[in-house]
């Protein structure tokens, strides 16, 4: 049977197993969520056991149990995968804006919808019916490469002790490919590979003036207001050209190429369905760049959130006692996380006016930028095998968001490849995720594959 | 026995009843709390039955009800006076910085803790010790002045059906002397006078920006943040010197004339205990004004809230789909409220980038400026009775609050005096609300003094 009919055969109970997963909220943000966060990595190294892999393990760290798997190539000289991807999901809320239950995943035609449905679970569950794929169209019972997987459960909240978890199990992880399946495809009928990704640095401000809200009648006008002064420090992020006015942000990027830039301008981008998937009245950022380049080669300031004094019903006439905010940084190469931090910090202190105090809380030491290269071996099988999976032209992408990959290929010293399916529109980290289950099963048989490909280059 | 006695002989009763009204969590500003509104109503028409009004009232209203109660003076030709107060609350929130339970009221000492207890029930109910105990005095069974009393129910929400009650009971409320119990002294032994109050106006601004929470991976950049809209547009309402940008905003304004500034640099002013008071580190605000300057006789424009996005725990990283700010603007004479709305809504509609809808709703027609007439007969007897009562000179001052005094003088064609005790440390439209117990009972031979000291003048 080939890789394609095994598949199509195994759709239900594949469906029904991710269902079952989707439904334990594994939201590694937040304290109260952190045993479900160990009840997702149980079920997946149940699931990889049950999957046929010899060797499953759920790795403690300093934080959230990671889960790893490894089914060794029958060739000794085979070379060896490392596949990447998370067992945690975002926050569910706004929680009224669900349409339906965040986990309890519901199937509407060719689409699941749930938390983590596409960011990450799904596409780290193709791995095991891709690999099963495999298994059925060659006959063999083990793979054609040494297939180890490495799921982390705290990639949602940073990844604070992945890196960490890298260099204590340097050993068990060596590789001579990383693959990374939490990234997205260019649209559903235009398969990608995305070949880089952005960094990520967050923080909490919070500023604090009287040491009590304020009447705004008996001491406006004359105390500084903290709420107006976090205003001023956030407005201040950016200048008129929407470029990040924080000084030495830019010290460390590479500008992008004019061949980089070429091949972007090469993809199939229509600015108005860009703006309706981003459900966007307009574009807007910084000058001198196209809305692709802005999103995946420069770098941004984003307030995720702010809030301050009266939020309730009604009016509350106070000057109130202290602002916050939430900022997160996306980095590209070469910023490096621990630099933007500091040029944050100088700016807030640079920023805040007498009788305010202000704290910044970075959320860990961020997440470098990385990219692919893209003259690699590795790159060109993977294209290879997506094309044959997708019938048609695999073209490159970056991506806008973050992920531990820098540290994966820096600390394993091996070159990445993404192989993933999401798409732009799945609602990652919003109300109704969703994923489109067939190119979910494009993704299994993408990895089926590459698996042999590489067996073949290797 | 004359007046002082008899309000220290009857201090634990009063004490017992201001702490059964301070018990009605009467917030005008929570839908949930309007039943208990009304229950404030009818608790504080039934204790000035018990005080020996012939007449008392519950009057409805478009919103919430107030209380009138009528008392004739002896002589038909006496002068009439209307005392306003109001029997509404402002929101106890943040409910956990309580020490304890708002709406149950604690005596520390001379101090009475709870909302309302000097903003401003406690100042209302000393009008009814106050009249009994001037009859206790006098011997007669009427005072000296046909005094008529008008709380209303609805101040802290901005006095939305205030100026209607007032025109269609014009003829109830005929009067000679307005005299308004809401404001505050300028310390506990340099008791002093209001003589004018600032006017509000106060919105909600609401920004919408992509449909949905955004990924800031996927979209960050390239989208116009709302939050980030509304820091540029709350920035941009004050300029390098503290002036509100606002085009339009300081049209009708009237300066401060020197007389006035003059009188105001005599006060006893400590800046350092001022700020104690404020428990601010700094002072701030509009350049080339003094502090009392920029709280009492200089407008304003301030945040008393704002939200946007994730608020929980933890980073979510994402473009939030909406941002809200509340603002109140402090007016001074002859800024009218309903011109500096056209102004405001000016200003959000010019301050909004593409890609950004703005709403502004106002909560109501706001509050009017107002001053008394330094040169009256009801500010001198005021004046004089105040002295009586606190045994020394009775200085002026503004107060920075608002109230719908001016509509009070407007609509009723009479002048208007400030005779009130609270204090600038009282805590109002704050946690942990207090009012000094003996300042009420001085309030209330005040309020015994000024009747009898009307009578012989009028």
């Known amino acids: 049977m080939d890789a394609r009919t095994y598949i199509e055969e195994h759709r239900g109970e594949f469906v029904a197993a991710l269902k079952e997963w989707l439904a334990i909220p594994s939201v590694s943000a937040d304290p109260d969520r952190h045993g479900d966060v160990r009840r997702s990595a149980e079920w997946l190294a149940a699931h990889l056991k049950g999957t046929g892999f010899p060797s499953v393990e759920v790795w403690e760290t300093g934080g959230l149990p990671a889960v790893y798997a490894e089914w060794p190539a029958a060739d000794p000289g085979a070379p060896t995968v490392l596949v990447y991807g998370h067992h945690d999901v975002q926050p569910a809320d706004p929680a009224e804006e669900w349409e339906t239950d965040p986990f309890t995943p519901v199937e509407r035609g060719e689409r699941l919808i749930g ?12 791995h095991a019916l891709g690999v099963r ?66 960094g990520l640095t967050h923080c909490q401000i919070d500023l604090y003036g009287p040491e009590r809200d304020l009447h705004s009648g008996t001491f406006g006008g004359a105390v500084p207001n903290p709420a107006a002064a976090m205003a001023d420090l956030l407005s201040g992020l950016h200048d008129a050209d929407g470029r990040i006015a924080v000084p030495g942000f830019y010290d460390d990027v590479v500008e992008i190429g004019e061949e980089e830039r070429a091949l972007i301008a090469r993809l199939p981008f229509d600015e108005e369905e ?34 301050s ?19 997160s940084f996306r980095l590209v190469p070469n910023q490096e996380p621990l630099r933007i931090q500091e040029h944050v910090r100088a700016y807030v ?16 030491p961020g997440v470098r930028p990385c990219a692919s290269d893209l003259s690699s071996e590795a790159v060109r099988a993977a294209r290879a095998a997506m094309s044959r999976a997708f019938g ?3 073209l490159y992408t970056r991506e806008g968001g973050s992920g531990p990959e820098a540290d994966l290929a820096d600390i394993l010293g091996a070159p990445l490849v993404f192989v993933a399916v999401g798409l ?14 067939p190119l979910l099963l494009k993704g299994a048989e993408s990895a089926a594959y590459l698996w042999e490909g590489l067996a073949q280059r290797g």
Chains 1, 2 share one sequence.
């Open 115 to 126: 938390r983590g449905a596409s960011d990450d679970k799904g596409q780290v569950l193709f």
């Open 424 to 437: 732009d529109d799945d609602r990652i980290h919003a109300p109704n995720e969703k994923v489109e289950v």
């Open 349 to 364: 202190a640079s920023a805040v006016p007498a009788g305010i105090r202000a704290e910044v809380a970075f959320g860990g």
């Open 274 to 307: 860009w703006l309706a998937t981003a459900s966007s009245g307009a574009a807007s950022g910084e000058a001198g760049y196209s809305i692709l380049e802005r999103i995946w080669v420069r770098p941004t300031a984003e307030i995720n959130g702010m809030w």
């Open 392 to 394: 048609t032209e695999v």
């Open 133 to 198: 794929a495999g298994l059925a169209a060659s006959g063999a019972d083990a793979p054609p490469v040494t297939l180890k997987l490495l799921v982390e459960g705290e990639e949602e909240s940073g990844s604070p002790h992945f890196a960490d978890l890298l260099r204590s199990r340097r050993d068990r992880l060596g590789c001579d490919v990383v693959v990374v399946s939490d990234t997205t495809m260019w649209a559903a009928d235009t398969p990608s590979m995305c070949v880089g990704m952005r």
């Open 309 to 327: 004094g009266h939020t309730g019903a009604g009016g509350k006439t106070i000057v109130p006692k202290s602002a916050h905010a939430k900022l």
